[in-house]
C-alpha cells in the first residue's frame, strides 16, 4: 500500500510539475455540494488570492467576460448531465483587461453512475490569440491589395487596348488618305514614261516611280499591320524575285 501511495504521490508531482510549465490551472467542482477547488495556477490566471476555495464558483463567474458567463456555464452544467469531452475558449477580465482562455473539461461518475464531478483545465491563448488576429489581418490587408493590383491591372489593360485600337484606327485612316495621292503620283508617272525625255529624266521618272511604288507597299503594310491587330488579316504567299528587290531599292537611293 506504501509503494502504491508512493508512486501516486510521484505521478501526482509528475502532472503537477507539467502543469506548472506549460501555465495550466487545474480546477475540480463537486456537483454535489458547489464547491469549486483551483490550483495555484488557476488562481495566477485570474490574479486572484488563494482564498481556501470558499464561494469560488461566484468568483470564477464574476472573472468571466459577461458576454460568454450565461455559454460557459450553461456548457458546464449540461456536461454534468451528460459522459462527453467539453473544449471552448471563453474571455476573463482582469485589471480591466480581456484575457482569453481555452478550458477543457470532462465528467466523473461514481459507481451509480451518477455525475459527481468535473475537472478540467484552464489555459492563457492569449497570445494565440493576438498572433490568430494578426494574421487574420495581415491576409485581410493582402487580399485587399491583390484586389486593388488585380483592379489597377485591369484598368491598365483595358487603357492600352483601347490606345492600341485607336492607333489601329489611326493607322487604317491614314494609309486610307495617303493611298490616294501615291495613287495619283503612281498614275502620272507611269503617263511621263510613255513620252520621249532624255535619257537623265527618264531616270528621275524611273526614281519616282520606284520611290512611289515602295511608298505604296509601306501604305500597305501599315494597313495590314492594322487589319493584323484587328484580327482581320489574310496572309496571301506569292513568289518574290529578291534580285530584283534589291535592285529596285539600289535605284531608289540613286
Known sequence: IK????????????????????????????LKTNQVIWDEW??????????????MLDTWKQRVYFADRDRLFV???HLSRSDSHYETEFRIVVDDQ????????????DKNYEAQRLIG??????????AQEALINQQEVLERTVK????????????AEAANNEKSRFLSNMSHELRTPMHAISSFT?????????????????????????????LNGLLDL??????????????????LVFKEHVESLR
Open 226 to 243: 492594322a487589319k493584323l491587330e484587328a484580327g482581320k488579316m489574310d496572309l496571301n504567299y506569292s513568289e518574290n524575285d529578291i534580285n
Open 121 to 130: 483545465t484552464n489555459r492563457d491563448i492569449s497570445l494565440e490569440k493576438e
Open 42 to 55: 488557476m488562481f495566477r490566471l485570474y490574479d486572484l488570492k488563494s482564498n481556501g476555495n470558499e464561494q
Open 3 to 30: 509503494e502504491s501511495f508512493e508512486r501516486l504521490e510521484r505521478a501526482k508531482r509528475r502532472n503537477e510539475l507539467a502543469a506548472d510549465s506549460a501555465g495550466i490551472g487545474i480546477w475540480e467542482w463537486n
Open 98 to 109: 480581456i484575457h482569453w482562455i481555452k478550458i477543457n473539461a470532462t465528467v466523473l461518475f
Open 75 to 77: 456548457d458546464l452544467e
Open 148 to 159: 486593388e493590383r488585380t483592379l489597377e491591372l485591369e484598368i491598365a489593360k483595358d487603357k
Open 190 to 218: 507611269h503617263l511621263a514614261l510613255k513620252r520621249d525625255q532624255d535619257s537623265k529624266t527618264q531616270r528621275y521618272l524611273e526614281n519616282v516611280n520606284v520611290s512611289a511604288k515602295r511608298l505604296t507597299e509601306l
